[in-house]
DNA sequence: GAGGATGAATTACACATGTAATCGACAGGG
DNA sequence: CCCTGTCGATTACATGTGTAATTCATCCTC
């Protein structure tokens, strides 16, 4: 699958919360703080849709834009980038950073437990 | 911190691993299926200096290069950079992704257990 | 029907990145 | 002492990315 930019995910990110959009919805929807302008947005369209991740319906002068991949499958295959490039595949390791740098609240703690029950069931 | 890029992990990885070490001898331990010539070696060590990441001191003629940052450091916050772009910070979530994914052995499931039961002692 | 608003398409430009080649200095072998 | 190999430094160049401006067509409003 093709990579997805971090700025251009930004763009994904609306689609996949809500779709079909036109440009100009994306651009109201898209974060505040990165500041875009819609010709900003539009460049990102346009490259996502050459990247093939989103596909495009013409909908009289504008196009409706809507994602043509599913977030889990991009967040899967990033999330897995990442555990394969920096914890040598190991998911386990990931965890153990996690636990050493307190990024595990008593709640996460909990709830990742309840989920590893059930997943043994 | 400054970002590194995917290529440019890889030479830091040979350095966490083992350092000082000459550009030569960094050349010599990345990784085989990146066919990078001696040349382009030395380009990510020049470019991993001016971000800050690496040291190096004079040895005769030649630099020995060694990490200016700590790995798990760098590897923790690109961890938490993926999680809370994909998963809106909660590592639950990740956890739940990876489970859906298929992506838990059971001995990982184990390990991870007996992680979260040490951590609330 | 003319002019402004609005769409997508095209072009722009700087910085990052992958991937080197080349250059000038110098050290060591003959 | 000169040649050759080796060093880091400089330069190169294509592609990706962030961030638009410009252009050209078209629709809506007066």
Same mark, same amino acid.
């Given at each position: 699958?093709?990579r997805i930019?971090?700025?251009?995910?930004?763009?994904m990110? &609306?689609?996949?919360?809500?779709?079909? $959009?036109? %440009?100009?919805d #994306?651009?109201?929807?898209?974060?505040e703080? =990165?500041?875009?302008?819609?010709?900003? &947005?539009?460049?990102?369209?346009s490259? $996502?849709? %050459?990247?093939? #991740?989103?596909t495009h319906?013409?909908?009289? =002068?504008?196009?409706?834009y809507?994602?043509?991949?599913?977030?889990?499958?991009?967040v899967a295959?990033?999330?897995g980038?990442?555990i394969?490039r920096?914890?040598g595949g190991?998911?386990?390791?990931?965890?153990a950073?996690?636990?050493?740098?307190?990024k595990l609240?008593?709640a996460?703690?909990?709830?990742?437990?309840?989920?590893?029950?059930?997943?043994?069931s």
């Amino acid at each position: 699958m093709e990579r997805i930019a971090e700025g251009e995910y930004a763009v994904m990110e &609306v689609l996949w919360e809500e779709a079909p $959009l036109t %440009a100009a919805d #994306v651009a109201a929807r898209v974060p505040e703080n =990165r500041g875009w302008s819609l010709a900003t &947005v539009k460049t990102m369209l346009s490259r $996502l849709l %050459a990247k093939g #991740v989103l596909t495009h319906e013409e909908d009289g =002068r504008r196009y409706l834009y809507r994602p043509a991949i599913r977030r889990e499958d991009y967040v899967a295959e990033e999330s897995g980038r990442l555990i394969d490039r920096m914890f040598g595949g190991r998911v386990p390791a990931l965890v153990a950073q996690l636990a050493a740098r307190d990024k595990l609240t008593a709640a996460d703690i909990a709830e990742i437990e309840k989920l590893l029950k059930e997943l043994k069931s």
